[in-house]
């Protein structure tokens, strides 16, 4: 058994606060964020975890706005890795204005695959 923390934006306090796992919706689709910040946080580099954390707060913004799995799926469209259709019915994706904040986000942050 193991405790983890699940809420993306939560994931540095929670390991850095010991938790054993993060459930990540991020770490799929951008591998390396996913894993700076949580190496620094299982390394004991709690500030640079937390730094990591902070940087993707424009992504975190999104998820608290639109869901996690809406944005994630709308990136995962964007970068090519699914077709723009990916959720199944009745999930809704993100908007046209809404899909143009995201490419913003993951464009400024330099998340890629």
């Known amino acids: 058994m193991t405790i983890g923390t699940s809420g993306d934006a939560a994931a540095a306090r929670g390991l850095n606060a010991g938790c054993d796992a993060w459930y990540s919706v991020i770490g799929g689709t951008f591998p390396e964020p996913a894993l700076a910040l949580t190496r620094a946080a299982q390394a004991g580099r709690h500030r640079q975890a937390l730094e990591e954390s902070r940087r993707l707060e424009p992504l975190w913004d999104l998820f608290a706005r639109h869901g996690s799995l809406r944005v994630v ?41």
Request: no cysteine; glycine share 4%; net charge positive.
């Open 73 to 113: 799926a709308a990136a995962a469209a964007h970068l090519g890795l699914t077709a723009r259709r990916n959720l199944p019915l009745p999930l809704r994706g993100l908007n046209a204005e809404e899909r143009a904040r995201l490419v913003t986000v993951v464009e400024q942050l330099r998340l890629h695959t």
